[in-house]
């Protein structure tokens, strides 16, 4: 019997939320003696979706397995290294058809793989799903049976349907951890049969701003209800995610806990220059 510790992280946004994991995931994964870093990165390019060269940095800096949500398919060059990763996922409720894989496998240096898998969910979200209830029933049994630290990122803005998949997936997977709202909250625990839950892991992004978007351009959005183009702040960045420690045997999860990295504002290196436009509008979501 291993413990494994999983290190799952909020939504990265834009190059803030990038630099500051170059400059300390590396650190977080010694000290907390983390086998598996798992983090969503859909808002990673300029504050929506996620290229092709952000995806190879990120796995530089440390991330071995990517989620992804509603703004999966923003840049579409990502269509491609889609089709070929095997350590990032759509989310696994979009149509068969869909770029990407249902779900993906990461071996840990000390051996026992980790898998994850990614829903959308359905309440007040933008883009159309299947059920996810459903779909990660269909998923759950495509996993090979030795594989038993699972990993589900909810993708989601009703917190109703996040804690309602935390219950349906009780005993059943290691972790289910909400993403999508870039708000931290602060409900996690360990279900009566094993999977750690917590309703949203927060934002990797700053947080002198409304969901990592420049406060002035949102409020002007909402004010005048005219388009604005969204851009990503800089002030007050952090890690927000979560450890959980679960068994290799059982899956079963024996502790969840919150992290929060603080960073220093504004201070953008040039090794980590490279971004997406902000393409955002006050008629989407963040």
């Known amino acids: 019997m291993m413990q494994i510790k999983l290190l799952c992280i909020g939504d990265i946004v834009g190059r803030p939320g990038?630099?500051?994991?170059?400059?300390?995931?590396?650190?977080?994964?010694?000290?907390?003696?983390?086998?598996?870093?798992?983090?969503?990165?859909?808002?990673?390019?300029?504050?929506s979706g996620l290229t092709e060269s952000i995806?190879?940095?990120?796995?530089?800096?440390g991330v071995n397995l990517i989620t992804l949500g509603d703004h999966i398919y923003r840049k579409?060059?990502?269509?491609?290294?889609?089709?070929?990763?095997?350590?990032?996922?759509?989310?696994?409720?979009?149509?068969?058809?869909?770029a990407g894989?249902?779900?993906?496998l990461f071996a840990t240096?000390?051996?026992?793989?980790v898998a994850v898998i990614s829903l959308l969910g359905r309440m007040y979200m933008p883009q159309p799903s299947d059920n996810p209830f459903n779909a990660v029933e269909k998923v759950l049994v495509k996993i090979p049976p030795d594989v038993k630290v699972i990993a589900v990122d909810m993708h989601a803005e009703?917190?109703?349907?996040?804690?309602?998949?935390?219950w349906f997936l009780d005993g059943r997977v290691s972790v289910v951890f909400g993403t999508h709202t870039h708000v931290v909250t602060a409900d996690e625990i360990v279900l009566p049969n094993g999977t750690a839950y917590i309703t949203d892991l927060g934002m990797t992004g700053p947080h002198n701003s409304v969901?990592?978007?420049?406060?002035?351009?949102?409020?002007?959005?909402?004010v005048t209800q005219m388009p604005v183009a969204y851009s990503v702040a800089t002030g007050d960045v952090r890690i927000n995610g979560i450890v959980v420690t679960c068994d290799d045997q059982t899956g079963r999860a024996s502790e969840i806990k919150r992290i929060c990295i603080k960073g220093v504002a504004d201070d953008q290196p040039a090794y980590d220059s490279d971004d997406g436009k902000a393409d955002n509008y006050s008629n989407s979501s963040p």
């Open 76 to 98: 579409r060059e990502l269509i491609n290294v889609l089709q070929n990763a095997d350590d990032m996922v759509r989310p696994a409720n979009l149509s068969a058809q869909a």
């Open 158 to 166: 009703a917190t109703s349907e996040k804690i309602a998949m935390g």
């Open 55 to 61: 995806y190879d940095k990120l796995h530089k800096y």
């Open 211 to 222: 969901l990592g978007r420049t406060t002035e351009r949102v409020i002007k959005s909402l």
């Open 18 to 47: 990038r630099q500051l994991l170059a400059e300390h995931l590396k650190h977080l994964v010694r000290q907390w003696g983390i086998d598996c870093v798992i983090a969503n990165a859909e808002n990673a390019a300029g504050g």
């Open 109 to 113: 240096p000390a051996g026992p793989q």
């Open 101 to 104: 894989r249902e779900f993906a």
